[in-house]
């Protein structure tokens, strides 16, 4: 099973900041790769796919970047509706596996 | 509007078996492959089972391999999970996923609020 960690697990930023998460895959996973955002008490919603394609409606001050085994998720300017857990996935091959998620605080 | 609605859970012992539901709605269901995805209270999210558009192809986690089973509807736009021999490990809250793909691709486009299961003896 392809393994991914995430780091941190957790932050604490201002609104305005710049946040970024790393995620690493622990074998070549291409670009096969998805980032979720969920809110406390609601289900996760896609934000990212394909390790940087905006999903439709997704506010672009979300990106996300990388190929192989190391990609990044940024938030540009770090707004108080955008706090909750961030999850990356790989869906280079079943069983697909997410990261620990890191938590993101304002 | 695309909607997913789990239903089923509820308090079992170990050992006993549940079966959830998904009724979807809002997109053309038998054009997509569908999941369940769960989270454990304090923990990450974990994929269980997925089904391809026709059943023909399902993939499971090594954690429910053998014990649950995942089948689907396309006339009823449903999709099912039959979870046996429950462990405590098991509880979780299962959300019911779409895929934006045919086949078991793994982008999750779709989820609905969840249903929660708690095994306790």
């Known amino acids: 099973d392809i393994h991914m960690t995430q780091s941190p697990s957790s932050l604490s930023a201002s609104v305005g900041d710049r946040v970024t998460i790393t995620c690493q895959a622990s074998q070549d996973i291409s670009n096969s790769l998805t980032w979720y955002q969920q809110k406390p008490g609601k289900a996760p919603n896609l934000l990212i796919f394909d390790a940087s394609t905006l999903e439709t409606g997704v506010p672009s001050r979300f990106s996300g970047d990388g190929f192989g085994t190391d990609f990044t998720f940024t938030i540009s300017s770090l707004q108080p509706e955008d706090v909750g857990t961030y999850f990356c996935?790989?869906?280079?091959?079943?069983?697909?596996?997410f990261g620990p998620g890191t938590k993101v605080e304002i | 509007e695309v909607q997913l609605v789990e239903s089923g859970g509820g308090l079992l012992q170990p050992g006993t078996s549940l079966r959830l539901a998904c009724s979807a709605s809002g997109f053309k269901f038998e054009d997509y492959a569908m999941h369940w995805v769960r989270r454990a209270p304090g923990k990450g999210l974990e994929w269980v089972a997925g089904i391809s558009w026709n059943s023909l192809s399902t993939g499971y986690a090594d954690s429910v391999k053998g014990r649950f089973t995942v089948s689907r509807d396309n006339a009823k736009t449903s999709v099912f999970l039959q979870l046996n021999s429950l462990r405590t490990e098991d509880t979780a809250f299962y959300y019911c996923v779409k895929d934006n793909n045919d086949y078991l691709w793994g982008v999750f486009d779709q989820w609905g609020q969840g249903t929660l299961v708690t095994v306790s003896s």
């Open positions: 996935q790989q869906y280079d091959r079943v069983p697909f596996t």
